[in-house]
Each structure stands twice: as C-alpha cells, then as structure tokens.
C-alpha cells in the first residue's frame, strides 16, 4: 500500500533551535510528497513540494525538506524554530496509481516550539 | 479571493438526525475533496470530484454518507442518519487541474465543520 509514517507524535523544540518533523514514506517509483500545516481550528496549509530535481525543496515561513530516496525519507526541517511554528505538521503522498488526484496524509506531528 | 468556504462551522445534533454539511470552493478549480479528521483515525479522504463527477468514493464510511456536487461552486457531505461515531471534523478541499494533469498543485482547505452528535 502507499502511504506515509509519522514516527512521533510530538515534537518539542525550544525557541531558536533547530528542528527536524520526520516523515517516511512507502511507495514504489517516485514519489510526489507534501507538507501541510495546520494551526488551531483551521484548515491545512501547504508549506512544500517534492516532485523532482533537487532534494532539497524550500517552502514556506522558512521550512525546507529532504527528499533521501536511500532512506525513503522526506523530513521537514527549520533551522530556527519560532513559537509560532507551534502547530500540527502533516505529511502526504500523491499515488502513482489508484488516484492521481488525490493525497494520503499521514497521521501528523504535533510540534511544540517553548520560549 | 475568499478561498474554500464551509458551512456551518459547528453543527451539534441528535443521533438519528440528519446532517448536510456544504462546502463552496475557490472559483475555478476543478477537483473537490471530503476530508474527515478524528483523533483515532486521523486525516481520511471520502470523496473526491473532477469536474463535478464522483471519482473515487471508497473513503465513504457507510450509505448513511452520500455527497454530491450539482455544479462547480457548490458540493454537499450529508450523513442521514447521523450517529455519535460520525462526530469529527470535516474539511472540504480544493484545487485546479490542468488540461495537462498535472495533479501537483497546492490543496487548499476550507476552516471546515465541526460535527458533534449526542
């Protein structure tokens, strides 16, 4: 089956550090993966992509994901974390077949960013 | 532009009763998505539209959830009857398909409806 695994549940960060959302994913061929984030009683927001071309992708609000094909792995990472940033991160995967048009989300990982 | 617009925002009902949940999305786009959040269970899709045609159901629950979409700028979820089991968030979602299919653009959701059933 294709889909994504969050590992944790929770992330804490404390505020100017660095921190690391993990995401793997389990599909054949290449992948498309998301990121999404989602505040308190609001909708998901797209951060970023992976389709092809540089593993590394920027986004939004200064977040920026691995694609490592080796480790099957699509880790969201901040180099300074804000307390802002507190909210609930949400990995996805685009199929290769079964439904080009839609996403699968994974089960999300509430990050905590203290001052 | 106003983005996904869901309504009602909260819905508290009886089990038994019937929901209909409603959801406009961005003018344009062309594909629409049912989402379902729990704490168990997560992000589930339902249902998703292209074009306003059903494409893919198999999220559904049960025959009590039905949706429709008659045109473009407005798609219903409803659960008839309801039960406290259904009691979750839901976010309806859209976004633009190009001619080209190119299914990677951005999903934008709604602040979705928040159902509670006693």
């Known amino acids: 089956a294709q889909s994504v695994a969050q590992p944790e549940d929770q992330v804490n960060v404390a505020e100017g550090n660095p921190l690391t959302v993990k995401c793997t994913y389990s599909?054949?061929?290449?992948?498309?993966l998301f990121w999404y984030v989602q505040y308190p009683n609001r909708g998901l927001q797209f951060l970023l992509k992976?389709?092809?071309?540089?593993?590394l992708v920027k986004g939004s609000y200064g977040f920026e994901a691995e694609f490592n094909k080796s480790q099957t792995s699509f880790h969201l990472k901040k180099p300074s974390a804000l307390v802002s940033d507190s909210a609930l991160y949400f990995c996805?995967?685009?199929?290769?077949?079964?439904?080009?048009?839609?996403?699968?989300f994974g089960a999300g990982t509430r990050l905590a960013v203290h001052p | 532009d106003a983005g996904v617009i869901q309504s009602p925002r909260h819905e508290v009902t009886e089990m038994g009763q019937e929901v209909t949940l409603r959801c406009k999305p961005i003018?344009?786009?062309?594909?629409l998505f049912w989402y379902r959040q729990t704490m168990m269970r997560g992000l589930e899709l339902l249902i998703y539209?292209?074009?306003?045609?059903?494409?893919?159901d198999s999220g559904m629950p049960e025959d009590r959830f039905s949706a429709k979409m008659p045109n473009a700028s407005f798609s219903t979820l409803k659960i008839q009857p309801s039960e406290p089991r259904d009691s979750a968030v839901y976010f309806c979602?859209?976004?633009?398909?190009?001619?080209?299919?190119?299914?990677?653009?951005?999903?934008?959701f709604g602040e979705g409806s928040r159902l509670t059933v006693l």
């Open positions: 979602a859209s976004r633009q398909v190009t001619g080209t299919g190119d299914y990677t653009g951005e999903l934008f």
């Open positions: 599909v054949s061929g290449n992948p498309y």
């Open positions: 992976y389709i092809t071309g540089d593993n």
């Open positions: 996805a995967v685009r199929p290769l077949s079964g439904g080009y048009n839609k996403l699968i």
């Open positions: 003018s344009g786009h062309n594909s």
């Open positions: 539209f292209n074009n306003n045609v059903p494409i893919d």
